[in-house]
């Protein structure tokens, strides 16, 4: 999943120890901040009913497909639908010139295939998890080509050798099971949650998520 401030995925393994400690038998546990999904993800495929919350449409984006999807639904359309994504053609644009050549986050091979691509999935008025599904594709592999530290403010003063790489989607690793995801202030929909356990983890310091993390 991709770089990304404060991200937990070191500290998955004590996270779930701690959750299967207060529910043993499983249970429904809401994580309010969601970020990458990456705690959300982890929990549903150890049997939990979750539910991930975040007022960031990137973020929504991304527990759309690791928790709210179904696999036994979408894998097979999800499929096919990364192998026609993954074959379009590049198709410059404002997106490769903003982060490609006037910037680096991209070189301007890979920036002009992430616009084609972007483009096609908008054109294609795909359900809302099928979306999610193909745009976290496009996220996860963008990030692997990209040129950054993982922030804005970060670049690098050559290019990342991965981003040399060329650009290659892969269908992300969705779960089988229902879970839910919700794109709302946390202060606002608490008094609506209803679970067994609540994960908190909100933005800890002085940094600006959106300005960091503008691209996605």
């Known amino acids: ?11 998955i393994d004590p ?3 701690a959750v299967r400690a207060l529910l043993p038998s499983g249970g429904r546990v809401c994580d309010l901040f ?44 999800a499929e096919r639908l990364i192998a026609e994504l993954a074959a379009m053609p590049p198709a410059p644009g404002w ?15 890979n920036g002009a295939r ?7 999935i908008a054109a294609l008025s795909l359900e809302p998890e099928l979306e999610a599904i193909a745009l976290t594709a496009l996220m996860e592999a963008a990030d692997r080509v990209d040129s950054t530290a993982g922030v804005q403010m970060a670049y690098m003063k050559a290019w990342a050798p991965r981003a040399l790489k060329p650009l290659s989607l892969r269908l992300p690793d969705i ?8 794109r709302a ?32």
Not at 54 to 61: R, S
Not at 114 to 120: D, K, Y
Request: aromatic residues 12%; charged residues 20%.
């Open 34 to 77: 969601s970020g990458t999904a990456r705690v959300g993800h982890a929990l549903k495929a150890r049997g939990y009913e979750v539910w991930s919350n975040d007022l960031n449409a990137y973020a929504h984006t991304l527990a759309t497909a690791y928790v709210q999807a179904n696999a036994e639904r979408w894998s097979d359309r």
């Open 95 to 109: 997106f490769t010139k903003a982060f490609c050549e006037d910037a680096r986050y991209f070189t301007p091979e």
């Open 175 to 182: 779960l089988p099971g229902s879970g839910r995801a919700t």
């Open 15 to 17: 996270i779930t120890e």
């Open 185 to 216: 202030d946390a202060v606002q929909i608490a008094p609506e949650v209803e679970a067994d356990l609540v994960y908190l983890d909100p933005p800890y310091n002085q940094h600006s998520y959106l300005g960091n993390y503008h691209v996605w």
């Open 1 to 11: 999943m991709i770089k990304y401030l404060g991200s937990k995925r070191a500290l």
């Open 114 to 120: 992430i616009e084609a691509i972007r483009t096609r």
